[in-house]
């Protein structure tokens, strides 16, 4: 009769919080926009009122269009193009919308007309015979700065494209303007018969590891407009041959990767054909679940069609992946079948702040991959077996034990990751030698594994070697295509691309900016020492450098919050004689630490969250919330108020009036800053 009543009053109790979640459920539902369109704009009219017609409205707080502003930064209504506007409207529950339209401003003058038009969103295709011929102007349009738009004038020529034979053909897309002017442009349609299965001979794997969210061009690093130009070429004009794979460490990294959690990066990959995305420690770094959402149909997040491998990732105390994380894939080309397997280099929990790794365990690498080795050869019948690793192979023995591996549990090739190291090897072995490679960082270069296959779908040769630009002229021209796709990601954070906070006045090294972030993490927390890792500090500053948004994240690319409690001076005295405690500012030059005295200590997330390091068993901690690469750039802005130039000697200024140790971020987390 106990049990009974029990039972009866969680059921009760059930019943009443989700009636109370019924009857005040959370309103998720933004608003939507009424009336937003393209707008033409000559110049020398009045300026245009970007809101006459726009309405907005929500579902829970009926019409909101007051609450529109309106984005035309882009805008410039002085000089002819096509310039992106954006509408934003938020509800009174924080729930918020963003609509883009185009500006299109034309010169009105009666000067001649000599710019011919543009014709945009044109990409090379494959159409398979028996399919309905494709919709050639699918996404396709024109414009003329003097005519406006242009794409219902665009003519296509497919004259030359036999939709019954394979092969590859080209198809031209042309528009003229009134004043005759002309552009056209010519892509590549490979037509592929189904009924026919391609004999392979030589299969090109390409690979790039660590790429830490590279989108654009930045020096050395290539950039995906340039890399996936080369990569389409190869994906359009040898299908059959090629495949793309990926070494983890994608993500974390730049302003357009972290500023959209990754979603930028992921959406590009998506368009340059990602065959395989093998999971690295940092894709840990906003919790492993934003980057398992994008294979989550039901998450609302963007979705890939790539699959994410990490064959020794469990959850603690299991053999159980994560939800969404496999532990290989297989890619058919032509008469091939490929498995990839990915695993995580073992031990590299520890370069996972603790609270992100916390249920998660990274098992022996080289068991499964010989586990699942053996069991694509022999379950799932494929010919070849490639095996990425999130980890320095050469240094950790994998790769030397994945070259003794024979018989079922072979291993084709091997591709490293983790150590942003650059290298194209080989192991020498019974048969054909085991080539591994990995490929540096940021799309400094792009891996090539090339294999070559007999009749018996039997490797009898690989060679391999990392591409840059002088090695393949590929590298240095843009896929329009990429391009626009990442532009749209680039309007929406211009302004922080480009607006220069200060510049620089002399050269600052990692070393350095390293000290200087373990002083501003003392000072925004008003701590007696604050600490930070070299491993946290990506990048310099070069004298003379214009210092934007993006640099500070180019310097500090993850999302590390400031976190504080007390300690001993003992425990102090020992962490600052560690590997991690070498870098560190206390609260006056050459400060004594006591053994028996308390002292407030601070550090980032990562070296804070460390079983091994000291932070956990301090008292009265305090996750601040505060990300250190906030209070660079505040106190970058409000040094721009008195000084031309950046110098790490100038003084350190946490509030806009005055010299002070004193920083205050909101609850909220608007960043906002205040004296007390």
Known sequence: MKTFKTLLLIFVLIFLL????????ADLVPPSFSGTHDITYYIGDDAPDYLSGVTAYDSKDGDVTTNITVDDTLVDLTTPGVYALTYHVFDSDGNSISTPVSVLVIDSGNTADTTPPMIMGTSAMTYQIGDPLPDLLLGVYAYDSKDGNLTDQIVVDDSLVDYQTAGLYHITYSVSDE????????????????????????????????????????????????IGNLLLDEETNHPDNTIFIGGGDFLQGTLISNYFDGSSTMDVFNHLGLDAFTVGNHEFDWGIDIVTDYRNPSSGSLQVDFPLLGANIFLDGTQARPDHIDPYTIIERGNLKIGIIGVMGQG?????????????????????TAYYAEQLRTVEHVDVVLAVIHDNGVASGYNQ????????????????????????????????????????????????????????????????????????????????????????????????????????GEY???????????????????????????????????????????????????DNRIKTTYLTGAQIKSFMNSAYGSYYSTRVPNMVFDDNT??????????????????????NTVDTGILIRDVLEQVLR??????????????????????QDVFIIQPNNDELWANI
């Open 348 to 368: 590299l929990e520890s370069s996972i702040a603790n609270s992100r790794i916390t249920g998660y365990y990274f098992d022996d690498p080289v068991y499964w």
């Open 18 to 25: 989700v009636g109370c979640d019924t009857k005040n459920p």
């Open 598 to 619: 308390t002292y407030k200590v601070a550090t980032n997330d990562y070296v804070f969250d460390s079983p091994s390091n000291p932070f956990v068993t301090g008292t």
């Open 401 to 504: 034990q994945m070259s003794a591996l024979s018989g079922d549990q072979r291993i084709d090739a091997v591709f490293n990751g983790h150590s942003h190291s650059t290298y194209a090897q080989y192991i020498t072995r019974t048969g054909v030698r085991l080539p591994y490679i990995q490929s540096g960082s940021s799309g400094t270069n792009l891996g090539k594994v090339t294999l070559t296959l007999n009749e018996s779908k039997e490797v009898t040769a690989a060679y391999a070697e990392n591409l840059t630009s002088s090695s393949d002229s590929r590298l240095t021209q843009t896929n329009a295509t990429i391009d626009a796709l990442i532009q749209t990601y680039v309007s929406q954070i211009e302004p922080l691309l480009n607006e220069v906070i200060i510049t620089s």
């Open 508 to 558: 600052m090294s990692t070393s350095a900016l390293t000290y200087y972030m373990a002083e501003l993490i003392r000072l925004a927390s008003d701590s007696d020492i604050g600490f930070h890792n070299s491993g946290g500090t990506r990048d310099y500053i070069a004298n003379g450098e214009d210092i934007t948004v993006a640099k500070l994240y180019a310097i500090f690319p993850f």
């Open 638 to 659: 409000n040094q721009a108020l008195s000084y031309a130039y950046f110098y790490l000697s100038n003084p350190i200024v946490l509030s806009a009036s005055q010299t």
């Open 179 to 226: 004043a005759s002017n002309s552009f056209s442009v010519t892509i590549d349609i490979t037509v592929v018969d189904p009924n026919v299965t391609a004999f392979i001979d030589q299969l090109n794997i390409y690979y790039l590891n660590d790429f830490h969210g590279a989108v654009l061009e930045d020096g050395s690093d290539m950039g995906l407009a340039k």
